[in-house]
């Protein structure tokens, strides 16, 4: 357990107040996650992810003014030390995968028991990707669909450096901090991330990732 200092700082964006009341009575049960602030539109999350800079965002994907992709799309993630949790009845898996494109970490679907909502925080919090099994299998199929590079090799021949590479990126290092834990530039990060995407048949970081869970590329614990 984390102590009261270290709670994972959480920030709940969903329009419907029962639902926030759920989310804070269920949450407020664990020593270690805390919630900081609550948002009821798009608009409002977004001022409050400035002035807070939460450790985690729970984030609605259907709210008034702007939605949940909307703010996916304007704030710029990498600059702050949030990592977001989308929160969905799942009615389009179109906006799952672009939610995940545009970098959310994790999926919770809002008829999930409680206790796997928990548990994506901490994991989420700890730099892995959460979904779950049907969510994981429909956007491997819409990369798969979309993928302009030919069929994916199903043994690649990586290098040691790639595979840590590989490694990193699934656990949610970004290039900066790849670069500072191998000791390597950002720039050599970037290469190396050019050649493996070219070698495995991918065009994202996600996608990557993703990959690599799927392959059993990546050592999840």
């Not at 664990?30 to 992810?49: F, Q, R």
């Not at 929160?87 to 970098?103: N, S």
């Not at 690649?156 to 500072?180: C, D, F, H, T, W």
């Amino acid at each position: 357990m984390l102590s009261s200092k270290q709670a994972i700082r959480t920030l709940v964006a969903d329009d419907h107040a029962i639902f926030r009341d759920g989310l804070r009575k269920l949450l407020s049960s664990t020593d270690d996650i805390a919630i900081i602030g609550e948002a009821s539109n798009g608009a409002d999350c977004i001022k409050m992810l400035a002035k807070l800079k939460p450790d985690i965002l729970l984030l609605d994907l259907r709210m008034p003014d702007k939605d949940g992709l909307a703010v996916l799309e304007e704030v710029n993630f990498d600059s702050l030390p949030t990592r977001v949790i989308v929160l969905t009845a799942a009615e389009d898996d179109r906006d799952v995968i672009r939610a995940m494109r545009l970098g959310a970490r994790g999926v919770v679907l809002k008829q999930s028991a409680t206790d796997l909502l928990v548990k994506s925080i901490y994991r989420v919090h700890a730099g892995e990707i959460w979904l779950d099994n049907r969510i994981t299998a429909e956007v491997m199929k819409a990369f798969a669909k979309s993928s302009d590079n030919g069929p994916r090799r199903e043994k690649p021949l990586l290098s040691n450096r790639e595979k840590q590479i590989v490694q990193l990126v699934a656990q949610g290092y970004r290039n900066k901090e790849m670069g500072e834990k191998l000791f390597i530039s950002e720039q050599t990060v970037k290469n190396h991330l050019h050649n493996i995407f070219d070698k495995l048949g991918v065009s994202d970081r996600l996608e990557l990732a993703l990959y690599a869970i799927h392959h059993r590329l990546v050592d999840q614990g």
